[in-house]
Nanobody, 120 residues
Framework: QVQLVESGGGLVQPGGSLRLSCVASGNIFKIYLMAWYRQAPGKQREMVAAIVSGGDPRYADSVKDRFIISRDNAKNMVELQMNNLQPEDTAIYYC??????????????WGQGTQVTVSS
């Protein structure tokens, strides 16, 4: 019914920047929340940033002041601008969204993930 596709991952040096994008497609009726999660090897998936339509963005303490989440409702898109990247930011980043479709209310959808590697 719904597909989330991430893009923008890659390898960057410490201190570098990267911008991730996620576009939702399908029979979307309404997107409530869009968020970015990440998961590093051996660690649990953690929320990085989230934003609700019409609400204030929320960030994990570890990325606050470095990452910026933005949302374009008209494009069903959420982006994550990542600045001053550090090796500890290395992880697979996943797009997450709470979406109501034309046939179902409120399901939690996930993208396939995009790899972000920060290394010199």
């Amino acid at each position: 019914q719904v597909q989330l596709v991430e893009s923008g991952g890659g390898l960057v040096q410490p201190g570098g920047s990267l911008r991730l994008s996620c576009v939702a497609s399908g029979n979307i009726f309404k997107i409530y929340l869009m968020a970015w999660y990440r998961q590093a090897p051996g660690k649990q998936r953690e929320m990085v940033a989230a934003i609700v339509s019409g609400g204030d963005p929320r960030y994990a303490d570890s990325v606050k002041d470095r990452f910026i989440i933005s949302r374009d409702n008209a494009k069903n898109m959420v982006e994550l601008q990542m600045n001053n990247l550090q090796p500890e930011d290395t992880a697979i980043y996943y797009c997450n969204a709470g979406i109501a479709t034309t046939t179902a209310i409120g399901y939690d959808y996930w993208g396939q993930g995009t790899q972000v590697t920060v290394s010199s």
